[in-house]
């Protein structure tokens, strides 16, 4: 049995499915149908019918999209996802090459240098348990799990090593964790992440985990249905949640 895990505050939250945000909610913005008079971005949001939403945008039949994605990406299945990690407290070359079978086009010499701020960060790594799960990241919660997964994520960045590839790094080592950030995701959830920022009093870049959480514990109860029907492609059927709701949301921005 799953324990509920906190949320933004009830002013900040999204609302069950089915049901119009409040007018100053942070997600209206993306979420609160035409009918209730707020502008749109994307399709029509929220309604009775509503399978999986992610960024406020419904997505009818995820189960054939994330097996569309098994078939035309089984390379990408294999080597990034397949991939695993001999410490989870250290990250090592091989951990950072096998980014590259999801585009990260990181260089040898960037490679070098994250694993070299990595290694003065070790005391972040292992603050942060193995199982993490981005639900469980309040990020109203000053000094938890948000806070220090935040702190190790911006140390790993540098010269051309940004969210995008930062975050399939760090996706590895804490799978439930760090969703990837591509520009096609962060674009997907550009609006939703500057009202988060503005409601949670933080830069727009830091924001976009909060956003994404929310479509995490919001969405668990139908993967957990998709997962329970038999019909996933079974290279899939290992991923997170988190991951799935990536995939949906790189196929749903594309």
């Not at 086009?105 to 790594?125: G, P």
Request: glycine share 6%; with cysteine.
């Amino acid at each position: 049995t799953r324990t509920q895990p906190a949320r933004l505050s009830t002013k900040n939250r999204i609302p069950t499915l089915g049901s119009p945000p409040p007018r100053d909610h942070w997600y209206a913005a993306c979420a609160l149908p035409a009918k209730h008079g707020s502008r749109s971005v994307g399709p029509t949001c929220f309604d009775e019918h509503m399978t999986i939403a992610i960024a406020g945008q419904r997505i009818a039949d995820p189960l054939a999209v994330l097996n569309n994605y098994a078939r035309n990406n089984a390379s990408a299945l294999r080597k990034f996802d397949g991939a695993r990690s001999a410490d989870p407290y250290v990250l090592v070359e091989a951990d950072v090459r096998v980014t590259r079978a999801v585009h990260s086009r990181i260089s040898n010499a960037q490679i070098n240098e994250v694993v070299d701020r990595s290694s003065k960060l070790e005391h972040l790594w292992r603050a942060i348990p193995v199982n993490a799960d981005l639900a469980d990241a309040d990020p109203e919660v000053r000094g938890g799990l948000y806070d220090v997964a935040d702190e190790l994520f911006r140390g790993l960045r540098g010269d051309g090593v940004g969210d995008s590839k930062v975050s399939k790094i760090v996706h590895l080592k804490r799978r439930s964790l760090f969703p990837i950030l591509d520009s096609r995701v962060k674009k997907l959830y550009d609006e939703p992440a500057k009202a988060a920022a503005k409601a949670l009093g933080s830069p727009h870049s830091h924001r976009y985990w909060a956003t994404i959480r929310e479509d995490v514990i919001r969405n668990r109860e139908e993967l957990d249905s998709i997962r329970s029907g038999g019909s996933m492609a079974k290279e899939l059927s290992s991923l997170s949640d988190l991951r799935l709701l990536d995939i949906l949301s790189w196929k749903l921005a594309g």
